[in-house]
């Protein structure tokens, strides 16, 4: 996640940038994986947090590997993932693959991440053939679209200046959050906070790899979902979660999707919580594309644990 996620480096767009700053990266460069041999891949990923890789560049990898070994014509519907044990963002991460089936119109994949001998994170991938139905969605909620609403991240960068440049050598991307007074935002349920968000990769994608596409879908499904499940802990959306009061992780994560994606084209990611509760809070979200058509949906748990400090 971003901005909300205990502790994390912000990942941010290319924006005015200082002398010794580093240089921003192509997106796509966060999906690069190196074949290794037959089912078997290598990859790199930048913290989330502190000496800690970041979920959604793990799933999004993972994803990439279970990909490669899949008939191009077989296209991913569905992915169900558990993050297990930290990654380590100073060294590699081997992703294992194994083909559970190859049906007349279904493929199966398991994807493994491992760091030192030991798995950090399991995904299983479905993908299918296309094919034609009658169909039906959710109507996307009426809110203004990314034009004209606010950049957050000068303001991140005048609140940790440090931390803003160091993402900068990560990659682009672009966000904007849809303020809760603005006009066409739904009520929001007793109970369940919502938070509803503008997101798109900050450089092009090819337009004509929707496994490119759908990886990098998968990375920004990661940036604010498990915030959702914190927005009663905090007044609203803009701003970072206090890691000194808070600590959220992701526990497992699931996305279905259902209709072609440009990742690198502005979606709207409407989320919303349900329930915390036991330390844990679950978080729903669906993408919408710019024309209002529902594109993906996701479901996430998190580790959600108000930290509580005694005094001497």
Not at 78 to 87: I, K
Not at 112 to 133: C, M, N, P, Y
Not at 161 to 189: K, N, T, W
């Amino acid at each position: 996640m971003i901005c909300q996620y205990v502790g994390m480096t912000i990942d941010a767009p290319a924006r005015e940038q200082h002398p010794g700053d580093p240089q921003p990266v192509p997106f796509q460069s966060l999906l690069r994986i190196e074949e290794l041999d037959e089912n078997l891949y290598r990859g790199w990923c930048h913290a989330g947090a502190p000496l800690r890789a970041f979920g959604g560049q793990v799933a999004a990898q993972a994803l990439t590997a279970g990909g490669r070994t899949v008939d191009p014509a077989r296209h991913v519907h569905s992915l169900h993932g558990y993050f297990m044990r930290p990654g380590d963002p100073r060294r590699p991460i081997v992703y294992q693959v194994e083909r559970l089936r190859d049906g007349r119109s279904y493929a199966t994949r398991r994807v493994t991440a491992v760091q030192r001998g030991e798995a950090i994170f399991t995904l299983s991938a479905s993908f299918k053939v296309l094919e034609t139905s009658r169909e039906r969605q959710r109507t996307m909620p009426p809110v203004p679209g990314p034009e004209g609403l606010e950049d957050p991240f000068p303001t991140w960068a005048a609140n940790d200046p440090d931390d803003f440049r160091r993402a900068l050598g990560y990659h682009s991307l672009e966000i904007r959050f849809v303020p809760p007074e603005a006009p066409g935002m739904p009520p929001e349920l007793p109970g369940v906070p919502q938070q509803f968000v503008w997101l798109r990769t900050g450089t092009p994608l090819p337009a004509d790899d929707p496994l490119i596409q759908t990886c990098a879908l998968t990375y920004l499904s990661d940036l604010t979902l498990a915030s959702t499940t914190a927005l009663h802990l905090q007044k609203h959306a803009f701003q970072r979660t206090d890691p000194t009061k808070v600590s959220l992780a992701s526990l497992d994560h699931a996305m279905w999707f259902h209709r072609p994606i440009r990742a690198d084209e502005w979606v709207l990611f409407a989320q919303r919580s349900p329930s915390a509760s036991d330390g844990r809070g679950l978080a729903l979200g669906e993408f919408y594309d710019r024309d209002g058509v529902l594109v993906a949906s996701a479901v996430q748990e998190t580790l959600l644990r108000e930290l509580r400090h005694t005094g001497d």
